[in-house]
């Protein structure tokens, strides 16, 4: 599967909580980390959808906010997986922030330059790569 997808995670459901509208499906990537999405009941049934299938777990980068780690801060955002730096690519509005997982991977974000200036942002910092459920689109190989 191509897609223009930044980030993309293959993984196994590990549980499935089902809505009235929406499900929250979380989804294991290879190291353990837990990446959640929100998507319709009609979507679960028709990707086939049950604990132990395996998936593909896609975020745009640009979908991606990136934060410094700061333990008395609670977001909303279902998805915060913690890192280091990896690589910032600087263009002339915007700049790829690369964060690598410790568990492995990497998650891709797009965010203004201001942003990286503001946050510190270079090669070695920490970083957390934060987005929403809702942001997470499922995808299954047939």
Do not use: C, Y
């Not at 690519?89 to 974000?109: D, F, K, M, W, Y």
């Not at 965010?111 to 987005?131: C, E, H, Q, W």
């Amino acid at each position: 599967m191509k897609t223009s997808a930044r980030n993309q995670w293959d993984g196994k459901v590990a549980a499935l909580h089902q809505g009235a509208v929406h499900d929250e499906i979380e989804v294991e990537i290879p190291g353990g980390a837990r990446i959640v999405a929100t998507i319709t009941r009609s979507s679960t049934e028709r990707l086939g959808l049950a604990t132990g299938k395996d998936v593909v777990a896609l975020v745009k980068a640009s979908s991606v906010i990136v934060g410094v780690p700061d333990p008395g801060m609670l977001l909303s955002a279902r998805n915060q997986l913690a890192g280091t730096v990896s690589h910032v690519a600087t263009g002339a509005v915007n700049s790829e922030v690369r964060i690598a997982l410790p568990q492995g991977g990497e998650v891709v974000a797009i965010i203004t330059n201001d942003s990286v200036a503001s946050l510190g942002l270079a090669a070695g910092s920490a970083a957390v790569a934060i987005f929403k459920a809702s942001s997470v689109l499922l995808a299954v190989r047939t």
